[in-house]
């Protein structure tokens, strides 16, 4: 089993920075992909961030330019650095690690952590 252990929501007004932190314990062997997804109230969760292991990243458009997903291997850490926030911003934030085999996928979550912003 892989725990992904969040921090760093809050609360935060238009046009301020959170930085986001999630860390891998337990079974890490194997995680390709760490990454964040966000759920608002009424919608699907959706992808925001990902990064490989090799540091390829990928990024929602709607956070391109503002939010940057940065991992550090040695300690089993993924961030995510988000500037210039708008209410629309606002979720439940959740890690997500995933390992991937030749013929499946297998994904771990956090519990998830709270980011309200303010108009």
């Known amino acids: 089993q892989v725990q992904l252990v969040e921090s760093g929501g809050g609360l935060v007004q238009a046009g301020g920075s959170l930085r986001l932190s999630c860390a891998a314990s337990?079974?890490?062997?194997?995680?390709?992909?760490m990454g964040w997804y966000r759920q608002a109230p009424g919608k699907q969760r959706e992808l925001v961030a990902a990064?490989?292991?090799?540091?390829?990243?990928n990024y929602a458009d709607s956070v391109k330019g503002r939010f940057t997903i940065s991992r550090d291997n040695a300690k089993d850490t993924v961030y995510l650095q988000m500037n210039s926030l708008k209410p629309e911003d606002t979720a439940l934030y959740y890690c997500?690690?995933?390992?991937?085999?030749?013929?499946?996928?297998?994904?771990?979550w956090g519990q998830g952590t709270q980011v309200t912003v303010s108009s």
């Open positions: 997500n690690a995933r390992k991937s085999f030749p013929t499946r996928n297998v994904d771990y």
């Open positions: 337990g079974f890490i062997f194997s995680i390709n992909t």
């Open positions: 990064i490989t292991s090799t540091g390829s990243t």
